[in-house]
């Protein structure tokens, strides 16, 4: 495999061309497959020295198409052969993209620096070839009514991955703060004055008119906790809107909603929570 000297060669790209079964070479065998360590083998007249090989493929990354005054290895230690020119010198078999980018050079479509970050894999696609179709038998008819495998492929997504993502990139001090299309709840309902018969009535109440409306709701009914507890609780789960229910609000015919992500508060009747509600998803 031939790659430019300051270059670092891609194994997955290059398992793209030649198979799964590809592998480094050991030590002893570059050498009895060469004549050489390595940092001195080379293309030319590779094939002489190994004739139990039979032969070797010799491919190249597209860098080098055409290339010409190369250096590399003589397959002798601690010799090298220059002025090389692939075309005349080599008989390469093919060129591929086999290299590894490296931060800050152009991209090849809008000649902007690439930019090289660590990221996490939500989803991948697998190309299957014709590997299943042939053992199936799944055939088609093409245009020409010759009969041909079906090229397969497929894809996974990894759902528990999507919310670990999400959450590490959708968080505060205080906790989660899902987005309304991830989240596990559409609304947090916080009782907050469980011993008021007002408050309970009112919260159990919108609790059924949402969920009847088919909104999933999280409703915070424990009566042994502080209002202190359950607000923190609220914010560490993140639903994106609170809905809370207090005596001191309540008396007026009010409850407060809350935004988790903006932290936003507004008092709304309790007669138009559940119309607010319903926009707000929206």
Not at 51 to 79: E, H, V
Not at 243 to 253: A, H, L, M, P, Y
Request: charge should be negative.
């Amino acid at each position: 495999i031939l790659m430019a000297g300051n270059d670092q060669l891609n194994e997955s790209k290059l398992q793209t061309v030649l198979g799964p079964e590809a592998r480094p070479s050991h030590p002893d065998e570059l050498k009895s497959l060469t004549g050489a360590g390595g940092g001195s083998i080379g293309p030319i007249g590779l094939n002489a020295q190994s004739p139990a090989a039979q032969g070797f493929r010799i491919i190249a990354d597209t860098r080098l198409k055409a290339a010409n005054n190369l250096i590399s290895g003589a397959n002798k230690d601690d010799y090298h052969i220059m002025n090389i020119d692939l075309e005349r010198d080599v008989a390469i078999e093919g060129y591929y993209d086999l290299r590894t980018v490296q931060k800050g050079e152009p991209c090849t479509i809008c000649g902007k620096p690439l930019r090289v970050v660590k990221a996490i894999e939500l989803g991948h696609i697998f190309k299957l070839g014709t590997k299943y179709a042939d053992a199936l038998k799944a055939f088609f008819l093409d245009e020409t009514g010759k009969e041909s495998p079906i090229i397969m492929g497929s894809y996974g997504i990894g759902l528990d991955r999507i919310l670990a993502c999400h959450i590490e990139q959708s968080h505060d001090n205080s906790g989660m703060i899902w987005s309304k299309a991830l989240a596990p709840f559409d609304a947090h309902l916080i009782l907050v004055s469980s011993k008021s018969e007002q408050v309970v009535a009112v919260s159990e109440d919108l609790f059924s008119r949402l969920q009847l409306a088919g909104i999933e709701i999280l409703y915070d009914d424990r009566k042994d906790v502080s209002p202190g507890f359950k607000f923190k609780d609220a914010d560490l789960l993140g639903i994106p809107l609170q809905i809370i229910v207090g005596e001191k609000n309540v008396v007026n015919g009010k409850v407060e909603v809350k935004e988790r992500r903006t932290g936003e508060r507004q008092l709304l009747d309790v007669e138009n929570v559940l119309s607010y509600v319903q926009r707000y998803l929206e």
